[in-house]
């Protein structure tokens, strides 16, 4: 809740093990491509959050019926008539974005709120507009709606994005598997959660080839042909990624089960360079270190690249390192707010444009800090947790949105932390 803190207090050890949740930024769009289906789709492994939540609140507001029994969820579209996500959902959650493509592609056309969430990046949109434009979807922007119209049907055509996207080659996903023709997305982002978008796509009816490269064949089906079906979330890459840096911060050893550790490759080899020792199964990975942390050199790019929602949890890192660390922000530009943050809690960060020169110190203090996005907010909280004294989390709001149990899973490792109110 937004009226509550996460207090922790410090030099704690985090060791044992830990089962992730499914992917937050798959489950969203698992969830968005129920529209092409009428009738009951079935998504397993989907997290308690509160953006899958929101994303709900969106599909019932088209229409859609939604049932939740753990963490299975049921989306029928059989009922969905509305083709117009208003911004009441859509500011407060930039995924909700994602269900332009597939209104698109069951109704024609769409109206949709222009996107908020989080605030590290402008996240412009013009390459969802250009890949869906080659589609023969035409735009117009009223009062700050988009609003998308396919005059002359949806067709196939080569589409090449400017930067790997991966909301716009969701998007044009969507859109494209009803287009009459093939569509080729060149330079399409490779991430895992888009081969788990094309897994339920074609459990649907879609036919596409070469998700996870970055050339994405479509060839176009009609509507009527979709169908629903049942598919199970891949596990959350991010969430592993940040209970691993938990262990490697704090020594371990941690193991994350419940995710495939090639989603990780980048992640875990710079692990391995800062001095952790690593060792993966089929669906684990597990972190320990005896010696101190090495200072090393990162910088963010799409997947398979070192992913930008890490980089918050390894500046952390290198700020307990032994020497100068160089972390390059590529993906979006306001990423650095949590440095700030960090700083408050003694850390020594020296920002120049996409760069944070990161010199690691002897110890953390406990301060009051604020989380400024999704994953800032889990770093901090892991901060506090190394720290010397009593650590203050605000705004847990940015966690709730992406961390599933976040606080009771840390518990479990060893760590002091709770949820408190805000004048407790």
Request: proline share 4%.
């Amino acid at each position: 809740m937004a009226d509550e803190i996460i207090v922790v207090s410090g030099n704690k050890r985090l060791a044992g093990e830990v089962a992730v949740s499914g992917a937050k930024n798959s489950a969203l769009k698992l969830m968005a491509a129920s529209i092409l289906a009428r009738g009951p789709v079935v998504i397993h492994n989907v997290p308690l959050i509160s953006d899958i939540e929101m994303m709900a609140q969106v599909l019932h507001g088209l229409g859609a019926v939604i049932e939740r029994d753990g963490h299975t969820l049921t989306v029928d579209t059989t009922d969905v008539t509305k083709y117009e996500a208003p911004y009441e959902f859509v500011s407060k959650m930039r995924a909700s974005i994602a269900v332009l493509g597939p209104l698109i592609a069951r109704f024609g056309k769409a109206r949709v709120a222009m996107p908020g969430g989080c605030q590290i990046g402008a996240r412009k949109i013009d390459m969802h507009f250009d890949g869906l434009s080659s589609l023969g979807v035409t735009f117009d922007v009223d009062h700050g709606v988009l609003i998308a119209q396919t005059p002359h049907g949806l067709h196939g055509a080569n589409v090449t994005l400017d930067f790997p996207s991966v909301g716009a080659t969701e998007n044009i996903l969507m859109a494209a598997v009803v287009a009459d023709g093939t569509t080729i997305i060149e330079n399409a982002a490779r991430e895992p959660e888009i081969e788990d978008l094309v897994d339920i796509l074609c459990s649907m009816g879609a036919h596409i080839e070469g998700a996870g490269s970055s050339t994405i064949v479509i060839e176009g089906r009609p509507l009527g042909e979709f169908h629903p079906c049942e598919h199970t979330t891949v596990g959350d890459r991010i969430e592993a990624g940040t209970f691993l840096a938990g262990g490697a911060l704090t020594g371990g050893p941690v193991t994350v089960r419940g995710v495939d550790p090639s989603f990780l490759r980048m992640a875990l080899m710079k692990l391995r360079m800062m001095g952790c020792s690593v060792e993966t199964g089929e669906d684990w990975i597990r972190v320990s270190r005896d010696g101190r942390l090495i200072s090393t050199d990162i910088q963010t790019l799409p997947h398979p690249g070192f992913p930008t929602d890490l980089q918050a949890q390894f500046i952390l890192l290198a700020s307990c390192a032994e020497g100068v660390s160089l972390i390059t922000e590529n993906v979006f530009e306001n990423r650095f707010m949590f440095a700030a943050e960090l700083m408050r809690m003694g850390a020594d960060i020296a920002l120049e444009d996409h760069h944070a020169i990161v010199r690691g110190v002897s110890k953390l203090q406990g301060a009051p800090v604020s989380a400024t996005d999704l994953r800032a907010g889990a770093a901090l909280v892991l901060a506090g947790i190394v720290a010397e004294g009593t650590t203050e989390i605000h705004n847990i709001y940015h966690i709730d949105r992406g961390y599933e149990d976040y606080v009771g899973k840390l518990t479990s490792l060893g760590a002091s932390v709770r949820r408190v109110g805000a004048d407790a």
